[in-house]
């Protein structure tokens, strides 16, 4: 299963973005998706999940209200919306998908797909 993230680019500061994340295999038995995001410098940190069964979503402190993970079924399509962006969302944006029932959303280990990544670029 191959992940494929669009819809990053260069905004100003206050601005939206919407991130979407397709898989080559529809329908492939997933548990929950999230996204992931590495700024230059800093480590890998999760940002949002989403569980496939449910809807139920999680999301890091640093983007709660702001940011907006949803899914599509239809077309088994992986959304984050983000808005007020700043300067410190700077980062490539990773989406990542995990077969596991029981795994944790919040460890990037407990995901095993990924895509390349899109870059996402705040300027003030």
């Known amino acids: 299963v191959q992940l494929e993230e669009s819809g990053g680019g260069l905004v100003q500061a206050g601005a939206s973005l919407r991130l979407s994340c397709s898989a080559s295999e529809r329908s492939f038995r997933r548990y929950f998706m999230g996204w992931f995001r590495r700024a230059p410098g800093k480590e890998r940190e999760f940002v949002a999940a989403i569980r496939w069964i449910g809807g139920s979503t999680t999301y890091s402190d640093s983007v709660k209200g702001r940011f907006t993970i949803s899914r599509d079924n239809a077309d088994d399509t992986v959304y984050l919306q983000m808005n007020s962006l700043s300067r410190a969302d700077t980062a490539v944006y990773y989406c990542?998908?995990?077969?596991?029932?029981?795994?944790?959303?919040?460890?990037?280990?407990?995901?095993?797909?990924w895509g390349q990544g899109t870059q996402v670029t705040v300027s003030s």
């Open positions: 990542a998908a995990s077969i596991r029932a029981f795994g944790s959303v919040y460890p990037a280990q407990d995901y095993d797909y």
